[in-house]
């Protein structure tokens, strides 16, 4: 048995300022290997203060889809965690190119603790331990962004993280579990996130088991997001649920 775990569902930089919603990102566990995603700020006391605890020395790997604060800020303390403060070297991380070149967001002596740093590429097979995760295409988003489907023996999981919305995007994402980044309840001109009405096309035009929102900005968190994903699944025939912090799904 594996499991996906929101260690926060915060998007969009006010949500994420005031702590609205907590911002640690996606603690994967699958076929026995485990992969952190995306730890923002407070990831570490989200892990430490999880029932049960979820120990950071467990982790086999860390994945950074963009270089973006909220997805980011706990990086390094989560590579000494991995590591116990770098007496255990061990673990692989995956970040974007841009994040590891100039102002690079992992610090140097973090480096080497880790086995090994991994730049993405878009389109691309990687694996970790038992796991094997494709990235997509560049995602639309202010910075280089990868959305991901990890690939277990019987389920797949797929992040659509943040980006605008661009009509190949779909199809790139064709896990059993699909789990949206949605900031917007409407779709705002020049602002590179996905909406409501976005996500719904992309959940009815890839038909997962189960669809997950998560990544809300104000606007969402003040909408009640899981009376609009009961909307969503009613209009659909698609089980679509608003993630909470601390939600925990168990995987196959």
């Given at each position: 048995m594996g499991f996906l775990k929101f260690l926060g569902t915060a998007g969009a930089r006010f949500v994420v300022m005031h702590q609205l919603r907590a911002s640690g990102g996606l603690w994967l566990s699958l076929d026995g290997t485990n992969l952190l995603i995306d730890p923002g700020p407070g990831c570490l006391l989200r892990c430490l203060g999880s029932q049960p605890k979820l120990d950071p020395a467990q982790l086999d790997g860390?994945?950074?889809?963009h270089r973006h604060l909220d997805h980011v800020n706990d990086v390094n303390i989560m590579?000494?965690?991995?590591?116990?403060g770098g007496f255990h070297r061990k673990g692989t991380?995956?970040?974007?190119?841009?994040?590891?070149?100039?102002?690079?967001?992992?610090?140097?002596?973090a480096r080497q603790q880790v086995n090994q740093i991994t730049a993405l590429d878009p389109c691309q097979r990687y694996t970790l331990g038992t796991l094997s995760f494709t990235t997509s295409q560049q995602l639309h988003h202010s910075v280089e962004t990868y959305g991901i489907t990890v690939n277990g023996r019987n389920?797949?999981?797929s992040l659509i993280t943040d980006t605008?919305?661009?009509?190949e995007l779909s199809a790139q994402f064709p896990g059993d579990l699909l789990v949206i980044n949605v900031v917007l309840q409407e779709k705002k001109h020049g602002i590179q996130h996905l909406a409501l009405p976005e996500a719904e096309m992309?959940?009815?035009?890839?038909?997962?088991?189960?669809?997950?929102?998560t990544h809300f900005g104000m606007t969402l968190v003040k909408a009640e997001p899981q009376t609009l994903a009961d909307d969503m699944t009613k209009r659909l025939g698609i089980t679509v649920i608003a993630a909470t912090?601390?939600?925990?799904?168990?995987l196959h």
């Open positions: 860390i994945l950074l889809t590579i000494e965690a991995m590591t116990n991380v995956f970040a974007p190119h841009d994040a590891l070149i100039d102002d690079p967001v992992i610090f140097k002596h389920e797949s999981v605008e919305y661009f009509p992309i959940i009815a035009a890839n038909h997962p088991k189960l669809a997950v929102l912090d601390g939600l925990e799904l168990p």
